[in-house]
């Protein structure tokens, strides 16, 4: 009996020590740190990012030469062609000249070596082609501020849910001992004769309303932890602890303007820089070009034989001009995409205004209504208190001390929701207004 009580003792430490670990007090500041740094969406735009700056490097290009090695092996018996062979190795004699062996030379072989050089020079198109790149590099790099600004206040708003989904379970909680003391008195009085069997179920059934809204809000306890856990990209899944609200009014202020230097527009306008650029590298493209070339053979009639060599120097000047209507609607084609880009740009910010406006409204009426419930959630306190002490009395009925119970836990769940609502609200402002520089 004593090994086994030992037993049970030990399990149930072992138990509430496990419990106490899977349960850890997170930070709003720690949550959206760990988010911005291990959250899918920041890589993605990262390697969006990346992936352009991979590009830009392409146009490098533009001012490397481009090299090339070859190894060539042909046979023929064509007049032309096997005469060029013999040229090609430095092999051409008098008896070559012979008219019967130039019409009918037989089977000829070659193997060439060549190296090919291509050093571009004068491309007009390619350097504002190559500019517009850099360009775009800007808009991925704000993007990715953005989307980390956009995290953050995904993060706030978990953080006040989680918050919430707690002073839920605390209202709740304290709201099942005031009905659980309730049914106690209520049933005293019942076995004493005082009241009915109905006053005693009609309690019974407010018990099991207020366990089945306290068990809804511990599972918003654990959906709350599990969607900060996918924001912070953290595979294991504890029961995360949020510190507790403060309800204090606020002293931060807001701007009335949307800033323009915030990173989804300079994004954009970075966009449309890059389209300015891409028009003119279009109209570029009718200037002449101006690239060297040159090469450097080996010619033998043996397999990798190394006989003969010889260069090719020069440089080309080439101007295309006229290659139909293709690049003129090329062109017509980005000016209608930069028209349409700046008509985004200014669209999202009246959106954005608009939001603004409408966020800083319902933060005026959210701080006017806890004022409300602060005044509310006391008076509905001294209601129950003043009703439980004529119950007590018998001069209420079980039904008005339930109803008082009732409306005092109403009164603290709306406070909590309006203060849930009054966070997010500052959370978006916060996004709203915040800059490129932020």
Excluded: C
Excluded at 67 to 78: E, W
Excluded at 108 to 135: H, S
Excluded at 409 to 421: I, N, P, V, Y
Aim: aromatic residues 10%; charged residues 20%.
């Amino acid at each position: 009996m004593k090994n086994k009580l030992i037993w049970l003792v030990g399990f149930f430490l072992i138990t509430i020590t496990s419990s106490a670990q899977d349960t850890l007090l997170l930070k709003l500041p720690d949550a959206i740190e760990a988010a911005q740094k291990n959250n899918p969406e920041i890589r993605l735009a990262s390697l969006e990012q990346e992936k352009a700056s991979a590009k830009f490097s392409q146009t490098n290009a533009l001012f490397l030469p481009q090299v090339n090695l070859s190894y060539t092996a042909m046979s023929t018996n064509n007049p032309l062609n096997a005469f060029g062979f013999k040229l090609q190795q430095q092999s051409v004699t008098a008896a070559d000249f012979n008219p019967s062996l130039l019409n009918s030379p037989g089977a000829n072989q070659n193997y060439m070596t060549k190296a090919e050089m291509n050093q571009p020079l004068v491309n007009l198109d390619m350097i504002y082609m190559r500019k517009a790149a850099g360009q775009q590099l800007e808009v991925y790099a704000y993007q990715t501020k953005r989307t980390k600004q956009y995290l953050a206040f995904e993060v706030q708003k978990a953080y006040a849910m989680l918050q919430l989904s707690y002073q839920a379970v605390a209202v709740l909680t304290e709201a099942r001992q005031t009905v659980n003391s309730i049914y106690d008195a209520t049933k005293n009085r019942f076995e004493k004769g005082f009241l009915q069997k109905s006053d005693v179920l009609a309690v019974q059934v407010q018990v099991s309303t207020v366990e089945s809204q306290l068990a809804e809000a511990n599972s918003n306890v654990r959906n709350a932890s599990d969607y900060l856990s996918l924001l912070m990209g953290s595979k294991d899944k504890p029961l995360y602890k949020a510190e507790p609200v403060v309800a204090a009014a606020q002293e931060q202020e807001f701007e009335k303007q949307i800033p323009e230097d915030r990173a989804d527009f300079k994004a954009m306008q970075s966009a449309l820089m890059a389209q300015t650029t891409m028009i003119r590298s279009g109209k570029m493209f009718y200037l002449p070009k101006l690239n060297a070339f040159g090469n450097y053979m080996f010619n033998d009639k043996q397999a990798f034989g190394f006989g003969s060599n010889a260069y090719l120097v020069g440089a080309q000047f080439s101007w295309n001009v006229f290659s139909g209507t293709a690049q003129h609607y090329k062109i017509a084609e980005q000016k209608i995409e930069h028209s349409k880009t700046e008509l985004q740009l200014d669209y999202q910010k009246q959106q954005s205004q608009l939001e603004l406006s409408k966020a800083l409204r319902q933060l005026r009426d959210a701080e006017f209504t806890l004022q409300q419930h602060e005044v509310s959630v006391s008076q509905a306190a001294e209601v129950l208190r003043i009703v439980r002490n004529r119950f007590e009395l018998g001069l209420v009925s079980t039904n008005d001390v339930l109803q008082s119970q009732t409306t005092l836990s109403t009164q603290k769940l709306r406070q909590s929701e309006t203060l849930f609502k009054r966070q997010t609200i500052l959370a978006y402002l916060q996004f709203l207004t915040s800059t490129s520089e932020q």
